[in-house]
């Protein structure tokens, strides 16, 4: 075998075995970065949940509410970044996202997934709590879910971020983002974020935070580079 | 009062044909009937709903499946979620107070027998008798169908507080259709109580036989007259009050709602209203709606009573003056409901004085109840049992309003279980004894049959006993600071006292059980019952001087002439110790002069 | 069958009274200055309810004993005196009552409702809401800032709707889910409902107010004894009625002064 050959068969592995790693589409690019702040962000108050002792027993000093939770280097967290425009609409995925209620708050703060996805609430919690999501666009319902029973289960089939409380406690709230792609993260300790994937294209790529409102930036995928987008929001005092 | 100005020869011909016999009938008997059906109905379905509220109540985890099955959202794995508690509760107090309670003693026994107790062949109005009914049935269906839709009943309680039940579905589940659902009803249901009021009124006015002055009417009819001039007044009033409420859920009014409300995280549209103007509206109609539901007991009790004791009242005048007494005085109480809602602390003093003076009037029928038991030769069967009973029951639910008409007594009292002993006792109880006492009586000339008296003094222990054994504890409760309208108790305060809960609810799972013997003698005697003379009881009302049951028209081709006044007993008479009201005879005393 | 009527009146008479009587049901502590007349009032109606529903069911019980059954030919009897006697009797009897009662009740309605309050009492703030209570104190400025229901933020748990970005007076406020007073100091509770009908309901404070949406209204009451007191709500407000509840909690003079200089260092 000639040199050139040994070249083209290595070459060719390379490529095949990246393709096995990528999955069945062929390997795209990667946008990652980080979301962070700049200014002076409201300090989180502990929760008072004395009106619901079975709660407020199970922490030994109340939590922080979770409106606004930051980290090392300014950085953000539960910021849902995700492609608003440029991709196609993907189908739900068969597992369900979970939204649990445990120790009377919401986890995840922020709950993002897919546009007929289904949406899996479990209470965890000893006393009855009523999860109440107000969307615009989707239909608004409330439901009661006492301890015992079965998990809520339900959907929305249009894209909207929108804001989940609980009728009974009123320091429980939360975000749901209901997205109509699968490109979509949620930034945790650190602020930064991974969307990979992302066939060749022109995309607009949104960050949105629940206290800072949303911004957005463009950038193209021409084959399986990645690139970096960052994020900085203005915090505000109060 | 001159007696009968208006003659009728024939009120309406006689019905032909299925649907004119049995449906859409002019026959006051036939839609008396129809009114005992619905309230039947009601009653039975209300106490259901109960029964669901305190097993909820004392066993929260339990799981009902058939309520998954009835409501998936109400009873999610079996389980009542709180909001579907309220909406039971809610239904269970509207289905009881309107459907039940006011219904049975006034609508349906009333319809049946102020008639033919004042010797006439009709209602002044048959066909707005009928419309009456129907309207009625009408308000029940659209109710009911608060049942059937997603959202569920709704959660305000029966007595619908704004800017909770005027805001629409902000304010929970169950307040968008369902709310609106049973508005609606309840204005339905006082087009048909108006137009039910207005014909006993008329009818009592013009259409007494020859003979029957109003002096000489029988208690029970005295006590529907007095309670239709009550409802004529109380019903106008909750109409408006209704339309209002469906106005600022549906065209953005705000009576009822005042500005910078924020509910389910919105800025309510609405500015200028006031939620006291609904409780004034609601309490106006709310409190004499009480004394509708209790006063025809009360007459009909004193009706049997006499009879059971085969001897007249020490004074059938001062009980009559006793009942419009207490009609009169039912229109000052009012605010005694709202002494804490904010209004200017002094009219709760206003409020206060008439409240405790009713129970001057109210005292006084206690005694004659009682004074004339003296001396007197009482027969027991089941009409008297439960007529007995009523004395017992109003005086122990009676004796709770002392409590409550005082201001700084009900600063503690107030909305807990103390005021929910109170209002079950009387009207809960009492006044369905009096229902009770009225079906053993006149079942036989309803049907012609008589019904098993073992059975019905059976349904009488069990319920005595067991109405007791619920509704005492509940006072009990109420001192201690038992908050009410609560679906459980998840908190350390009310944790000593589950155990009286858990006595309550087994206690009302049976009492509740004994009705169905009440049911099956219903229906069993209404066929296999052992035929009834036309005066079972040897008593001397009009109702039975005519076959049982009646004919179409009543009296058959004869006007009645009255003689006497209707409680000619412990005389010499020529049937016994009785004489009739239509008996020519002279009236001898027993002592022979 | 009537004498066995008879025997059950008398043991339903005695049974229901029996809790009462043995003290098994007795008030909570009165931890308030105006409470003892109230819980006076309560014990003198008891004492007349209580003959009033002992009597009556025994005289029922006595004559359906006495003139049930009968298959005798005696003859029939009035009761001496007939209805007039009975008549006369019912208005003074109760007549006497409700004088009593209602003279005397109006002082206890007016200590509480027709006393002014003091002038050194402390302001406090009630806002009752679906379904939670939360308490605002004025801070060192003395004074409460405004409220703004469109900056109802409760995830970030401002249930006031405060503007400290703006209003000055409203930085220094201290929003509490718990009601914190000193002992044997009045205070003056301002009230304030959010969303729908509610009410404040201590039971050893014997204080209950009505919560009305677009009115203010208030209570002023005194605790003089310290420790950890329910405040439940009364009124239905909807689903989360019954989970509606905060404490009060009574401390000393100098607890409370800390409470309020810790919870403005938050």
Known sequence: MTGKHVVCSVVGMLALSAVAVAGPNPAGGTVSGKVTYEGTPAKMKPIDMSKEPTCAKMYTTPPLAETVITGSGNSLENVVVYISAGAPDDAAPSTAAVFTQKGCRYIPHLLAFQVNQELKIQNEDQTSHNIHPLPKLNREWNKSQPPGTPPISEKYDKAEIFPVKCNVHPWMHGTFAVLKNSHYAVTGDGGSFTLPNLPPGKYTITAWHESYGDQSQEITITGSESKTVNFVFKAKPY | MQEGSLEQAHVHAPPQGFIRKYIFSLDHKVIGKQYYALALVAVFTGMILSWLMRIHMVWPEAKLPFLEWFSKNGAPGGIITPEYYLSLLTMHGTLMVFFVLTNAPFAAFGNYFLPIQIGAEDMAFPRFNMMSFWTTFLAWVVLMLAFVIPDGPPIAGWTAYAPLSAVGRDAGPGMQWGASLWGLSIAIFCVGSLLGALNFIATTLDLRAKGMTLMRMPLSSWAWFITSCIALLAFAVLLPACILLILDRHAGTSFYIPAGLVISDRLQPHSGGSPLLWQHLFWFFGHPEVYIAILPSMGIVSHILVNSMRKPLLSARVVIYSMMSIGFLSYMVWGHHMFLSGMNPMSALAFSFPTLTITIPATVLTLMWLGSLYGAKIQINSASLFALGFISMFVSGGVSGFFLAQPSIDIYLHATYFVVGHFHMVMGVASLFGVFAGTYFWFPKMTGRMMNESLGKLHFWLTFVGTYCIFMPFHYLGLIGNVRRYQSFVDDFMAPYLGWHKFMTIAALITGASQFIFLFNLIYSRFKGKPAPENPWNATSLEWSIPSPPPWNNFGAKHPIVYHDPYQYGVKGSKGDFVMQDSPEQVVSASGD | ?266
């Open chain 3, 1 to 266: 069958m009537g004498k066995l009527l008879a025997i059950v009146l008398v043991l339903i008479a005695v049974l229901s009274a029996y809790p009462i009587v043995s003290h098994m049901f007795v008030l909570p502590q009165d931890i308030s200055t105006h409470g003892h007349a109230i819980d006076e009032q309560i014990s003198e109606t008891m004492v007349e309810a209580g003959i009033s529903f002992i009597g009556a069911q025994l005289v029922l019980a006595f004559f359906v004993w006495s003139f049930s059954g009968r298959k005798d030919d005696r003859p029939l009897k009035n009761f001496p005196g007939g209805a007039r006697a009975l008549v006369i009797a019912a208005f003074l009897l109760v007549g006497t009552e409700i004088l009593a009662l209602g003279v005397m009740g109006q002082k206890a309605w007016a200590s509480v409702y027709f006393t002014p309050a003091k002038p050194d009492d402390i302001q406090v703030q009630a806002q009752a809401e679906q379904f939670a209570f939360y308490f605002r104190y004025p801070g060192p400025d003395g004074k409460f800032g405004g409220i703004h229901p469109e900056k109802i933020d409760e995830g970030n748990q401002n249930y006031f709707g405060l503007d400290p970005a703006n209003d000055v007076e409203a930085r220094d406020d201290i929003v509490s889910g718990e009601l914190v007073v000193p002992v044997d100091r009045e205070v003056h509770l301002l009230m304030h409902a959010k969303d729908v009908g509610h009410s404040f309901y201590v039971r050893e404070l014997r204080i209950q107010q009505d919560f009305m949406p677009g009115l203010d209204l208030s209570v002023h009451f005194t605790a003089t004894k310290l420790g950890k007191y329910e405040i439940v709500c009364t009124q239905l407000c909807g689903l989360g009625h019954y989970n509606m509840k905060a404490y009060l909690n009574v401390v000393s003079q100098p607890d409370f002064d800390k409470w309020l200089k810790d919870q403005a260092g938050q």
